[in-house]
């Protein structure tokens, strides 16, 4: 049987997949069941403010996935946009955190555009199913975000 | 130079969570201060208002929709601004502004615009104009 850590790291690692998902596909199926849907969940993205409460924590997702339509540096490669690095994972009763290093790498029509976060995700077990409760990436540098913000506006 | 019939109005609809303001002036600028993730109540008032206080705008009117405490929003929240996007492709204005906030509502606001057809009306800045 697995311990509560491996089920805590599980999810984790689950979280990323579920992220490198939506940024290379904009699907968000699996980034929506990866969380608990209650009124306590919040996440903060490299670009934006507090999403706090499930429904606005659903929509930031979404706008993450929607934000990327423009985008087709991944469309003929095959590696990664990004992943966790340094995965330290601490597991408090039913509660869990995991603190690591988020690299990503995006292929703009003006070159790459590379991006090292740390981040915190917090998992929480509810009725023995670990799901995702909070995730806080640092602020992305201001060049980064309006690198970002050229490619929605369709001028990258 | 044409003259609003109001000179001065002010209107607030929702509360400190999600809502927005309207603010005209004797010059027929129109100004839309929104925050915060919008309830439905909110979305209804706005998706029939709005629409409607732009009417107000003249050839030489200033309009500025204020982002900055705006979160991102769901999905009636997109279709009301939509609507007021749409709205102002028909109208004549001499300046329309979006004032930034957080990175993720603008990149929102900056899709809507493009799928209004609307980017051309409307640029981001980072402060109100004086006189707004």
Redesign the interface.
Known sequence: MASAKDEATKVIYQFYDALEDLLRTRRTGAMLEIWHHTDYVATSHPFGSWARGWTEVKVNWEESAAALDNYRGHDTRTDGIGAIHDLEMIVLGDTAYGTGIYRSRLYMSDGELDLVLNCTTIAHCIDGVWKIVHHHADQAPLAWQAAIGRMVAGHS | MEVPEAPHSFAEVGSKAGGYRFFGNAEGNLRIAAWG?WPIEVIRVFGAEAPAATQTLTRTSVFVFDGTDL????TEGQEAIRMLFHSLTRLPFAKGLIIRG???????L??LL?ECGA?RRLEFADTLPFGT
């Open positions: 993730f979160k991102p929003q769901g957080n990175a993720m509502t603008c990149m929102q900056a899709r493009r980017e």
